[in-house]
Antibody, heavy 117, light 113 residues
Framework: QVQLVQSGAEMKKPGSSVKVSCKAS????????INWVRQAPGQGLDWMGG????????TYAQKFQGRVTITADRSTSTAYMELSSLKFEDTAVYYC??????????WGQGTLVTVSS | EIVMTQSPHSLAVSLGERATINCKSS????????????LAWYQQKAGQPPKLLIY???TRESGVPDRFRGSGSGTDFTLTISSLQAEDVAVYYC?????????FGGGTKVEIK
């Protein structure tokens, strides 16, 4: 059973960057696509992008292109999502997730990123 | 990008009654080579990550009660909860995994009447 454990909550100022980590255990890290999904307060689910560690290539949703970077470290089975030029509206819970290849479906616990001056 | 449109936005159903949620995709998510619909349904309870209920449009995830049923094909899909229980209060999302970017419907909030 795969477990995804994310880093803790962050408070950031507008214009800065945040980097969230997602450590995988219990499975073969390189076999899965690790995705990042965000959820603004009271809102729906928004796919940001994903990476397949074995290929080390990431794809991004157009709305985040240029501001998001997704990477993976195979030696530590950890994926990262870095979002730059933060705005107030980037305040959200950010999830890493193995989705889109059912029945494999695993989610991290979520990381709250608050953007506040 | 495939746009997923859910309806209704919210619904209130009496305990033991049926709840029906609709999801429409802007293009077909049926892959002709394997005749599978690349459509999933998720349940999200307050403060928790989403939980997969249904995939391939109608296959229940292991452990999901059989009161949850997915149906539909092509561009029109339905999630039916045949007899609503108190623990089913949640927001439900459809999601397509036919093509990138993965996209979700806007969600349907299910409450007890």
């Amino acid at each position: 059973q795969v477990q995804l454990v994310q880093s803790g909550a962050e408070m950031k100022k507008p214009g800065s960057s945040v980097k969230v980590s997602c450590k995988a255990s219990g499975g073969t890290f390189t076999s899965y696509a690790i995705n990042w999904v965000r959820q603004a307060p009271g809102q729906g689910l928004d796919w940001m992008g994903g990476i397949i560690p074995i290929f080390d290539t990431a794809t991004y949703a157009q709305k985040f292109q240029g501001r998001v970077t997704i990477t993976a470290d195979r030696s530590t089975s950890t994926a990262y999502m870095e979002l730059s030029s933060l705005k107030f509206e980037d305040t959200a819970v950010y999830y890493c997730a193995i989705i889109g290849a059912p029945p494999s479906d695993y989610w991290g616990q979520g990381t709250l990123v608050t953007v506040s001056s | 990008e495939i746009v997923m449109t859910q309806s209704p936005h919210s619904l209130a159903v009496s305990l033991g009654e049926r709840a029906t949620i609709n999801c429409k995709s802007s293009q077909s998510v049926l892959y002709s080579s394997n005749n599978k619909n690349y459509l999933a349904w998720y349940q999200q309870k307050a403060g928790q990550p989403p939980k997969l209920l249904i995939y391939w449009a109608s296959t229940r995830e292991s452990g999901v009660p059989d009161r949850f049923r997915g149906s539909g094909s092509g561009t029109d899909f339905t999630l039916t909860i045949s007899s609503l229980q108190a623990e089913d209060v949640a927001v439900y999302y459809c999601q397509q995994y036919y093509s990138s970017p993965l996209t979700f419907g806007g969600g349907t909030k299910v409450e007890i009447k």
